[in-house]
């Protein structure tokens, strides 16, 4: 049973535009969601976190939206870039275990 | 500063040997967890190592077995290997074990199984 259901499973974005992944959970004891960028041949690495006593939180181009009473946060991803082509993964923590999503693969187009 | 290192990057083996992945830790970090990736999937949970002593593990089976050693760096180690057990094998580690500030990923050893 898949704990963080995540999508869409791929986006095509043009430059400039924004990029928009959502992920809902059921698990109300997860307690820490971060978002994970993956290029192809190397691990994920941490892109922005956020907790749930928090709504929103921004980092440069990137932007956590969490919604604790539906169960769901979205990453966006503002002003798209060929650069940000790569899989993105939600995840969500209880304990010391990170539960994924099965992940989204952004094309942006120049 | 260094970050997670693993080793080998790739690796082939026949179904039903054995195999030991090695995982190099960053700097100041003391806990150290490893994931399965299959092919198009999220990573998933295997277990965790802090202090030496594992702490906690995920729905795998006994033939998944790991050690860390004094300097943190750890070993994954899989008996038995099915052609299922494929995948892309990550070590992250983090400076706390709840892993909270964020873990740091290696960039995986990519084991095929044949």
């Known amino acids: 049973q898949q704990q963080v259901k995540q999508s869409p499973q791929s986006l095509i974005v043009q430059k400039g535009g924004i990029s928009i992944i959502n992920c809902a959970y059921e698990?109300?004891?997860?307690?820490?969601f971060p978002w994970y960028q993956q290029f192809p041949g190397k691990g994920p690495a941490l892109l922005i976190a956020?907790?749930?006593?928090?709504s929103e939180k921004k980092e440069g181009r990137f932007t956590i939206s969490f919604n604790k009473s539906a169960k769901q946060f979205s990453l966006h991803i503002m002003d798209s870039q060929p650069g940000d082509s790569a899989t993105y993964f939600c995840?969500?923590?209880?304990?010391?275990?990170?539960?994924f999503g099965t992940g989204t693969s952004l094309t942006v187009i120049p | 500063e260094t970050g997670v290192t693993q080793s080998p990057t790739h690796l082939i083996k026949t179904r039903g040997q054995q195999v030991t992945l090695r995982c190099s830790s960053q700097?100041?970090?003391?806990?150290v967890s490893w994931y399965q990736q299959a092919l198009g999937q999220g990573p998933q949970f295997i277990f965790q190592?802090?202090?030496?002593?594992?702490?906690g593990r995920g729905n795998f089976p006994p033939r998944f077995s790991g050690l860390q050693f004094p300097n943190y760096s750890s070993e994954l180690n899989v008996n038995a290997l099915e052609l299922d057990d494929s995948a892309l094998y990550l070590c992250?580690?983090?400076?706390?074990?709840?892993?909270?500030?964020?873990?740091?990923f290696g960039s995986g050893t990519r084991l095929t199984v044949v």
């Open positions: 992250a580690s983090s400076d706390e074990q709840g892993g909270r500030g964020g873990y740091t």
């Open positions: 698990n109300t004891a997860f307690d820490y």
């Open positions: 956020i907790r749930p006593d928090v």
């Open positions: 995840a969500a923590l209880q304990g010391n275990q990170f539960y």
């Open positions: 700097s100041g970090h003391n806990t």
């Open positions: 190592y802090y202090r030496e002593e594992e702490n």
